[in-house]
């Protein structure tokens, strides 16, 4: 059974950084598209990141409000993938959440629509 588990949120003053886990357990990484979205308190859902194998290549999107601040990466041997938040302004906080869609051995471009979810995880970025 499909299993997400977000980790590394926390309060972090404004300029700071912090990594975000997401560890997968019940299928294989590879066959899967891995989302990371957030949701702020009044506001909608918004799709951050997401990595994905794409025939032979390696697609990634960002939204415009993180593009050049956040990274995302992925470790097959851990199964677990990662966020990297760089430059945190108050605006990036939020729940955040990972999701995995599956997109077979070819894979997909990002974005795709999300299907499994994690329980999600507290980022604060305030001085």
């Known amino acids: 059974q499909v299993q997400l588990v977000e980790s590394g949120g926390g309060l972090v003053q404004p300029g700071g950084s912090l990594r975000l886990s997401c560890a997968a357990s019940?299928?294989?990484?590879?066959?899967?598209?891995i989302s990371w979205f957030r949701q702020a308190p009044g506001k909608e859902r918004e799709g951050v990141s997401c990595?994905?194998?794409?025939?032979?290549?390696?697609?990634?999107y960002y939204a415009d409000s993180v593009k050049g601040r956040f990274t995302i990466s992925r470790d097959n041997a851990k199964n677990t993938i990662y966020l990297q938040m760089n430059s945190l302004k108050p605006e990036d906080t939020a729940v955040y959440s990972c999701?995995?869609?599956?997109?077979?051995?070819?894979?997909?471009?990002?974005?795709?629509?999300?299907?499994?979810w994690g329980q999600g995880t507290q980022v604060t970025v305030s001085s």
């Open positions: 019940g299928f294989t990484l590879n066959d899967y598209a």
């Open positions: 999701a995995a869609t599956y997109v077979g051995s070819y894979g997909s471009n990002c974005p795709v629509l999300p299907v499994y």
């Open positions: 990595i994905s194998n794409n025939d032979n290549d390696v697609s990634t």
